[in-house]
């Protein structure tokens, strides 16, 4: 069967300039200039002997019959895009960009790494930390993630720390982190040996006050409580801190007794520059988890990636 068919570009300037409702707006997506834009779509008209828009003074309405040909254009232009998809990305390749909490990648995901780019080569990884990718202590949900387009080259996925609730998006739960005193073993055995959680009454607590507002994040009160500890002024006793990792650097050197989450302490633990004296641990409703646009959910580099992250969440969650 042939076809008779407008040019292609004009098909894409009508459908941007008709969601944007803007000639300026529909050629910055584009990457054209505005008169770009016009021009295409006049011919488009000229080829169909209608307008699409009405052109008023300071904006741009649809005509009936722009309306009536949105739909399909809309339609048309998606299905192109999914069969270039399906051949473009038969390979699991390419370039993949990973957006994650800053202490999950710096202090779990990059030891991880070297694995997974052996094994993978082919994959050329971007690593990103976001503190965006934390949940509000209040937010029900997250929205936003959604609205990639399947038409862009970009690979972009999400390891967010939260409750799981992103609409539009393809979600897997990795782990949920339980959280523990660490310290040095210097203070196992020094002039105040740190023997049971009452002992801690002579040690400085160290407080990680960073990004407050946006987790619900464990306290030393809490810690003191499960632990029965009393006498102790946790909220104000101790060294307070504004990024996570100057308490864990504080606490290899010994200045004083942390709480941290045991995913992300488990080099230093595995080495020996910490140790975790007591069992008891508080959990908390959030955990990590990989989130996916729907757009990209079905592309190979996407599969491979997400196979070889929840095999190593699952390492985790088995501890």
Known sequence: MTYRLPPLNALRAFEAAA???????????????????????????????????HRLTRALEL????????????????CFATAIESTRQHEAGGRLLVTSPPALLTRWLIRHLPEFTAAHPEIQLHMAASLETIDARDASGVSGL?????????????????????????????FAPAYTVVCSPRLLLGMRPLNVPGDLRRHNLLH???????????????????????GIDANNAGT?????????????????????????????????????????VIRRPQAYYLVVPEAVADRPIVSVFRDWLRSEAAKVAEE
């Open 240 to 280: 307070h801190f504004s990024d996570p990792g100057l308490v864990l650097s504080a606490a290899v050197d010994g200045v004083g007794v942390a709480l941290a989450s045991k995913p992300l302490v488990e080099a230093e633990v595995a080495a020996g520059r910490l140790v975790m004296p007591f069992d008891i």
């Open 63 to 78: 005509t009936r019959e722009g309306r009536a040909m949105l739909p399909k254009v809309r339609e048309g232009l998606e």
């Open 19 to 53: 969601r944007h409702l803007s000639f300026k707006d529909a050629s910055a997506e584009l990457s054209v200039t505005p008169t770009a834009i016009s021009h295409q779509i006049r011919g488009l008209e000229e080829y169909l002997g209608f307008d699409l828009f």
């Open 208 to 230: 990680d006050e960073s990004i407050m507002e946006l987790l619900d994040r464990p306290t030393w009160a809490e810690w003191l409580q499960l632990a029965g500890v009393t």
């Open 146 to 174: 959604a609205g990639i387009d399947v038409r862009d080259d970009e690979t972009e996925v999400f390891i967010r720390f939260g409750r799981g609730q992103y609409d539009g998006c393809r979600v897997d739960r990795l």
